[in-house]
Nanobody, 125 residues
């Protein structure tokens, strides 16, 4: 049984940093695809960052250069380091996983089978 549990969400000032964690069980991080998605208030869920077995990360244009996705193979954890946070980064952040996805679609939420319950990130101006 796959279980994904996010943590690390908080309320921060613009320009600040946060590190989100996703504890994964029942899925091998290094063999499948894992990603971070977010849902801003009143908007649809959107892809933020994802990584597959190749280890090459993908980022949305909105976060490129500010966010970094990484993983800990030993702990089977996925992380999202978020720097230079902006009010537009506010939302619920979700961790997702799937055994296999086309590389070109890793930032599409519909491609992922397994989801965590999310963690709230609020960036104040």
């Amino acid at each position: 049984q796959v279980q994904l549990v996010e943590s690390g969400g908080a309320s921060v000032q613009a320009g600040g940093s946060l590190r989100l964690s996703c504890a994964a069980s029942g899925v091998a991080y290094e063999r499948g695809y894992m990603g971070w998605f977010r849902q801003p208030p009143g908007k649809e869920r959107e892809g933020v960052a994802a990584v597959g077995p190749s280890g090459s990360p993908s980022y949305s244009d909105a976060v490129k250069g500010r966010f970094t996705i990484s993983g800990d193979y030993a702990k089977n954890n996925l992380y999202l380091q978020m720097n230079s946070l902006e009010p537009e980064d506010t939302g619920i952040y979700y961790c997702a996983a799937d055994p296999w996805i086309f590389e070109s679609k890793v930032l599409l939420s519909g491609q992922y089978k397994y989801w965590g319950r999310g963690t709230q990130v609020t960036v104040n101006s």
